[in-house]
């Protein structure tokens, strides 16, 4: 039983790092222009130097909504990963972390909600680029997005012994 709260715990902090590394990071999306490789994030453009991302009017919105639910993601895994370390050593025997499980479903939820709108929205679309394709934090998230999942069902069915 140890082990697999270790194991739940490990993958739980390392859910945690791959949702601030592909929020903070700016590799959603890359293609390559005349200059060299373009990638964008959910903040900047990044040729050779970083600009704010110019976004139409009509995808601003759509664009706050996925940094907002990616926002949202982390601070619903943070706030889980303390519910486990405070409902492990505080739960009675044969208590389930009920708690834990809503809160990173909810989490999984966020990280849904994001990555769909960014697919649905900003794919293929680099400007001043040519041969776009999905970046390594878009693949993160989706990491993530599973991760997330797993986890928050096993803190449901997890009974503590």
Known sequence: MLVLLAGIFVVHIATVIMLFVSTIANVWMVGSSSIGTVS????????????????????????????????????????????F??????????KRFYMTGAVMLVCWMCILIAVSIYTARFTGAIVYSTNPHHGYCFILAWICFCFSFIIGILYLVLRKK
Do not use: Y
């Open 85 to 94: 370390i405070i409902q492990l050593f505080t739960l009675e025997k044969g």
């Open 40 to 83: 964008t994030g959910l903040w900047l453009l990044c040729n050779k130097t970083c600009i704010q991302l110019p976004v139409s009017s009509q995808d601003e919105a759509s664009l706050k909504a996925v940094q907002a639910f990616m926002i949202l993601s982390i601070i619903f895994s943070v706030v889980a990963l303390i519910l």
